[in-house]
Every structure is written in C-alpha cells, then in structure tokens.
C-alpha cells in the first residue's frame, strides 16, 4: 500500500456524515460488519456482566510487553474502570526497552492514546497508536523516531502490539462503542512488565540503564490503579512524564 492511499484510508475511516454515530460510519465497512457478527454480542455482554451500559462506556487498554498480555479496562462514563477482558499478544519483535528510532523494531513503552481507526488494515482491523508522543520525541531519535505503531490483527509484527484476528475483533468494536460514546482519546499505556511484579523486578537488574525510565511509568501504572480513570500527566523537558500530585509513592 503507497502512502497516498495509506493516509485516504485512515482520514475516511475517520469521516462522520452528518446525522451519522461513529459506530455508524465504521459499520460501512465490510470487516467491521464481520467482526459485528463474530464479536458484538460478547462484547455486549460482557459489558452486561460488569454493571456497564453499551451507551456510557469508556475504557483504557493497558500492555504488558514481558507477558504477553493487553488488558482491557472499563467502566461506565465518570466512574471508575476495572479489567473486564484480557488478550494475549500473539507475537514480539525487539527488546525490552522504549522505541527511540526507525527500524529499531522496539515496541514503545510509555502513555499513549488511540488516534485513529483503519478498518482496511493489510492487518484485518488495525488501531493506531499515537507513537512518537512528546515523551518519544525528546528521548527519541530526533529525524526518525519511527511511527505507524498499531494494535493490529494478522499475528505478525515489527514493533507493534499483535493480536489473532478473533482478538483484534473485539477489541476494535470496543474501541468503536468508546469513540461513539464521545471518548475521542482511548488511553493505551505499554509497560516493559507489570509493574511490581517478579518480572519486572527482574528486568530492571538486567537493564538497569532503564530503571529510573520504568520506575517512571510505574509511577504512571500505580496512579491509574488509585484512581481508575485514564491519566493526567505533562512531559517534563527532560521528557520525563509528570503526573499530579496523588500521594504515591
């Protein structure tokens, strides 16, 4: 795919007629009604077994590069999330450790949102992710950070979060209910490890040239477990994330 056509497919499937829900305008497209067959009924009751209605949902996905793992966490608009879904990823490429350039195949780590939707992904239904963010682009490579970092199925990946094509199904129609609910920024926050844990613990004694950047986004990671809504953070100039005065520690 040429990136003229890249860039038309991602602004349409960005489009609204007038009169027209999100939801709506995606469901024109024909892998959207798929997964609307094969998925929105799990997805509506799964939202029906958590006290959450299809019409003030929001959520937050969560990813944890070391185990595999992205979570979905949720909950009726105002109040506050918790995991109602997790998925394996189902492929890696790179290290542990942030993407900081083109080609480097990294998957980024740090406080992301989704900003766009392509339902005419090479990967069957893709979610992209706003990689570089301000962070990225200070600790980054300045020229070539890289980009294009997707949510996609397809099971396959240099750099971005893969799912089977079942999973990544799902995951777009809850993204879809969240974006027709007005959440225009759908949080992805991506850890080397869940924080806290054995692992990660362990992973910062292997790559202690990263540990003062992981003890960073776990200080992210354990404000969302506070206060279960999406975050609030500025970016230092030293492109550290800052985040409001919460009694962490």
Request: a positive charge.
């Amino acid at each position: 795919m040429n990136w003229i056509s890249f860039i038309l497919i991602n602004f349409t499937a960005l489009l609204i007629q007038p009169g027209s829900t999100f939801e709506q305008e995606q469901k024109k497209y024909g892998r959207v009604r798929q997964a609307c067959q094969n998925k929105e009924a799990t997805v509506i009751q799964k939202l029906k077994e958590n006290q959450i209605r299809p019409d003030r949902f929001t959520m937050t996905i969560l990813a944890f590069k070391a185990e595999n793992r992205l979570e979905i966490h949720a909950g009726n608009s105002g109040e506050r999330q918790r995991k109602i879904k997790e998925f394996e990823i189902c492929a890696s490429s790179g290290k542990p450790g942030p993407k900081r350039f083109e080609g480097d195949w990294q998957v980024p780590e740090g406080f992301y949102h989704v900003d766009r939707f392509n339902p005419m992904s090479s990967y069957h239904l893709a979610l992209g992710i706003n990689y570089p963010n301000a962070s990225d682009r200070i600790l980054g490579n300045k020229k070539k950070p890289g980009g294009q970092i997707m949510i996609h199925g397809a099971c396959v990946t240099i750099g971005c979060l893969p799912m089977t094509n079942e999973g990544i199904e799902e995951i777009y129609l809850y993204a879809i209910k969240a974006r027709s609910n007005g959440q225009m920024r759908i949080p992805v926050y991506i850890f080397p490890a869940e924080p806290g844990t054995n692992q990660y613990n362990q992973l910062k004694k292997q790559h202690p040239q990263l540990s003062s950047f992981w003890e960073n986004l776990k200080e992210g990671f354990q404000q969302y477990q506070s206060q279960r809504k999406p975050l609030e953070f500025t970016v230092s100039k030293e492109g550290r994330y800052q985040f409001p005065t919460s009694g962490i520690q």
